[in-house]
């Protein structure tokens, strides 16, 4: 059998199956796929569309298993916004991020001889750590490709979590190529960090929570990168508040989410350059932009500096670390990118993985500026 | 009416009545106290030492006014300190630290008349930021004495609360006769940072709160400066779990707490130094002593680079902003300094006011190595 996944240079149809944010090739028929992936992001016309049924059942899912984060608020956060402002502060989640509820819903909603066969992943970033502990939390054995220039610090944490690294050369290998492969030998789940129903629906039990903590509210915002965390929400927010608007956030440099709503389909651009590095992608998912056309009322961006600036308010203010890409939504409310005066704001904060050189280099504006 | 306020160096015997850590001379008769200062530290025979049905009713009072923060797990943590571990994090409470609950409950605790008379606090540090907060929220005039070269950022966090400032040159003049001056002018209460029986009651209601969320612990671990946190903490520990042990942190250069509990009786020592800089006293209050005598098991300490280690630990894998002295009894617990082997270990972090600058250089390990 001879799979051939091509690059987003390659193949640039957003229509092809799509797993993650690396477009396939027409592949093996499908029924062979079970042997490979579980769950691939077949074409649109037969996506599996998370609903909100989904996200209930990931809840209980995870319960227990991932942090119920707190809701913070601020009278400060509140005046600069001119809105009534509510936190959901998933920074302070398992491995840091958001990130572990879908990969650890993910991991549950697998059959018993998946789950003895392990499951892989091909991030660097959040969602590799959050799979790896995920993963150990419920006895699967986990592989994760990484380059071989990989940050210590990352290498050292998902090997900290018990998985298995498998290193490759981002200069001459193909990452999802090397994991397509590993999970054919091993029969083992590739689990995609973004393009995945069961991944959307865990991402969505964060706004859930959100919701049943603090009641009613007019607005959520919600940060998008490869888009799991703004549908996921998304699907909580329409089920249990039709008439609360949703609107995503977007670095500046990266807006293809923006352009793709707008456009009414999925848009790619090039790899955009912004230190929200957790929304570096080309391109949201299918299974994502499936949802978000039909719940998003808009995608704002933000500049990298309204994002430095709203990382040091966190710190200073509200006394949390919050990386860049943790920050969008917040500095869409913040800096005035989204009018909401009077409004009662959920706001999801996705993340704090951020290196201390790297956080304190930004707190002292001695880089982007 | 002629106040005599004696300085520390003046007056060093710890039975006179104290306020604050500035001791008194006799003055003038306790019937005309109450035109000076509302709820003077009378000498130890006769304090008024409040008792777990304060802490209650301090609960109450500050209910929907402070946050109820939340408690949070690390399993890193916990594999650090052979424990199970949970923090209470008061660096996310109103105005960045506990400070707030004492202050709001001694505003709250005061007559009508006090009340119309205002409040006067000469702590340049927490207390003052948290004291004007509580007295803003309340309806109630705050004056703040600071030295005219006080840190911008806290004149204008102070000045942002609402609180009249009132400088004065801290090489030249005493806070302590300003202070008591402006109280006696205006009939108002001068509420000092921890010896003070309505405050200890207040910052008693963090403990209370985390033994609800977590239930049962064999060990509560909390920073000692003055002793405001940690005999209330006790209060409410003794009175819930009988068989918790109860035990303070300070920093190696300020031990004066550690020296008080072994020899039974308030030793004073000269002023620390310690980038601790919320527990820099000589010696803690009367009334706080009089409780912890009775209740704490142990009073350790850790160093400046252990309190720098364990803040770095809490930005990077707990992605919260901890000030040194917050740290504390977290140093206690994760460097060693405390065993607390296959515990269930309670720890309070007390708060998370700290200047950007001197975070980032302390995560970078620019100074105190």
């Known amino acids: 059998m001879v799979l051939q996944p091509g690059s987003c240079k390659r193949r640039r149809d957003a229509t092809l199956p799509c797993l993650g944010k690396f477009p396939l090739g027409p592949g093996p028929p499908r029924a062979q796929w079970r042997f490979l992936v579980v769950n691939p992001a077949p074409a649109p016309a037969s996506l599996r569309i998370p609903t909100f049924d989904d996200v209930q059942t990931a809840r209980a899912r995870i319960a227990g298993a991932a942090h119920r984060t707190p809701v913070l608020t601020s009278r400060t956060a509140d005046a600069q916004a001119g809105a009534t402002v509510f936190f959901k502060a998933e920074n302070l989640q398992r491995a840091g991020a958001f990130k572990f509820r879908g990969a650890y819903n993910a991991i549950a909603a697998l059959d018993a001889r998946s789950r003895q066969n392990g499951v892989v992943a091909f991030s660097s970033g959040n969602h590799a750590q959050a799979l790896a502990y995920a993963a150990r939390l419920q006895g699967v054995s986990a592989t994760v490709v990484m380059p071989r220039d990989a940050p210590e610090i990352k290498v050292a944490a998902t090997r900290g979590y018990g998985a298995e690294i498998v290193f490759?050369?981002?200069?001459?290998?193909?990452?999802?190529?090397?994991?397509?492969?590993?999970?054919?030998?091993?029969?083992a789940a590739l689990i995609p960090p973004y393009d995945h129903p069961d991944v959307i629906a865990g991402q969505g039990t964060a706004a859930l929570e959100l919701i049943e903590d603090v009641g009613e509210i007019d607005l959520l915002v919600v940060p998008l990168g490869g888009g799991g965390l703004l549908p996921g929400s998304a699907l909580s927010a329409r089920a249990l508040l039709p008439a609360c608007s949703i609107v995503g956030v977007e670095p500046e440099a990266g807006n293809d989410g923006q352009q793709s709503?707008?456009?009414?389909?999925?848009?790619?651009?090039?790899?955009?350059?912004?230190?929200?590095?957790?929304?570096?992608?080309?391109?949201?998912?299918?299974?994502?932009?499936?949802?978000?056309?039909?719940?998003?009322?808009?995608?704002v961006t933000v500049t990298d500096g309204q994002l430095v600036e709203t990382m040091r308010f966190f710190a200073e203010r509200m006394k949390i670390v919050v990386e860049p890409t943790g920050c969008l939504a917040a500095a869409g409310v913040l800096q005035g990118a989204i009018a909401c005066g009077g409004k009662r704001v959920g706001i999801l904060l996705s993340g704090g993985n951020i290196d201390l050189k790297t956080f304190s280099a930004l707190l002292e504006r001695r880089a982007f500026r």
């Open 261 to 299: 709503l707008r456009k009414g389909e999925v848009v790619q651009i090039p790899v955009p350059k912004s230190i929200a590095d957790g929304a570096l992608v080309t391109h949201v998912g299918n299974h994502n932009f499936a949802i978000l056309k039909d719940t998003v009322d808009d995608i």
């Open 168 to 187: 490759y050369d981002r200069y001459t290998e193909d990452r999802a190529e090397i994991s397509l492969r590993l999970a054919a030998d091993r029969g």
